[in-house]
């Protein structure tokens, strides 16, 4: 039997929101939601939760990674595993270093002036958000991978299992 698991769910946007914790309570774990990076750090704080799946881009083009880095790199949430739900492409790479590979990308003539790419290997599924902040710093931030939007209840529910088992 599968343990159950509290999971944090962040979007801005109800009906993914509403979908997302209806196949994730199926699967008998138990879901908080937020619909803002302010509202997600006070639950998470007080809740505790062993994962949060983000939305990207929310209000701002930055909230989704300033919430990844926050529940990823701060010692009030103890490193928590990010899964980060998106519509944006998601680059596959076969190279364990899914930043290198950012990097080398975006060296390309025509990659240069990218704002956000979001870098997935296949293999060790190590992932990230190689994106430019407002002031041109290009930042890495490592996620636990991405959940494409819209959701597929199969891979949604696959991808949780293997972030919660690692």
């Keep these: 039997m ?3 698991k509290k999971i944090l769910i962040v979007d801005d946007d109800i ?4 979908v997302v914790k209806t196949i994730l309570e199926n699967e008998g774990h138990q879901i908080i939601v937020a619909q803002s990076k302010n ?9 505790k939760p062993d994962l949060a799946i983000c939305d990207v881009m929310m209000s701002t083009h930055y909230e989704g990674f300033e919430l990844a880095e926050a529940l990823t790199k701060t010692d009030d949430f103890n490193n928590m595993p990010v899964l980060m ?3 944006i492409e998601v680059f596959s ?5 899914a930043m290198n590979f950012a990097r080398q990308y975006r060296e390309k003539v025509d990659s240069k002036d990218l704002e956000v790419l979001l870098v997935e290997d296949q293999k060790t599924k190590k992932a ?12 890495w931030l490592p996620v636990d991978g991405f959940i494409r939007k819209p959701v597929k209840a199969k891979t949604l529910i696959e991808s949780v299992e293997r972030v919660l088992m690692s």
């Design 39 to 47: 509202e997600a750090i006070k639950i998470a704080k007080a809740e």
């Design 128 to 139: 990230g958000i190689d994106y430019r902040t407002e002031n041109g710093q290009i930042k």
């Design 93 to 97: 790479s076969n190279n364990n270093d």
């Design 85 to 87: 739900q998106t519509s």
């Design 2 to 4: 599968k343990t159950s």
């Design 15 to 18: 009906d993914i929101l509403t």
